[in-house]
């Protein structure tokens, strides 16, 4: 796979202290995700300006016009509306309802993903957990991180699939 994700980020996130900042790194990651898929299939635009939309909402919405499921897309979304609840109506901490929320939105894609998912991450700062171990934070960067690898991935994900037809 062409894209991944900024680990370093990714571990941050599990471990900081403060949701805001957990929800600021899952959502930096989301707009990487968005704008790598957008740079390998938008050839509709000049090279230099793929991927180059403002808002995650605005490149998601290209996505969706360039042919990404909308369950694919869905994970983003809900991340980038959850986002905006703490940086447009002062929300501090992540919810139980905001973390199932946005599993479910990655189990539209691979139902598989739940309770016995694993996430373990080896090196100075490690982290290994089942889903249904984790706290409602870490649940959520759990969910976070699979949508934003389904977005990074689409495009060869798209192709394999092309190529089976």
């Known amino acids: 796979m062409s894209f991944e994700i900024d680990m370093k980020r990714l571990i941050s996130a599990l471990l900081t202290e403060d949701d805001i900042g ?6 930096y990651e989301a707009e990487r995700a968005a704008r790598h898929a957008l740079r390998l299939i938008d050839d509709s635009l000049p090279l230099a300006r793929r991927g180059m939309q403002k808002y995650l909402s605005q490149m998601l919405n290209r996505l969706e016009m ?9 994970p983003l979304r809900t991340l980038n509306s959850h986002r905006n609840s703490f940086g447009h109506r002062g929300q501090e901490l992540i919810t139980d309802k ?19 998912w694993r996430l373990t991450v ?30 990074g991935a689409f495009p060869e994900i798209a192709r394999v699939a092309a190529a089976k037809t």
Do not use: W
């Open 122 to 151: 080896h090196g100075k700062r490690a982290f290994d957990k089942t889903y249904g171990e984790a706290t409602t934070k870490e649940r959520y960067v759990m969910s976070a991180c699979t949508g934003v690898t389904f977005i």
């Open 66 to 74: 360039l042919g990404v499921p909308p369950h694919f897309l869905a």
């Open 22 to 27: 957990t929800m600021l790194r899952c959502h």
């Open 98 to 116: 905001q973390a199932s929320d946005l599993m479910n939105t990655v189990r539209r894609i691979t139902p598989g993903f739940g309770e016995h």
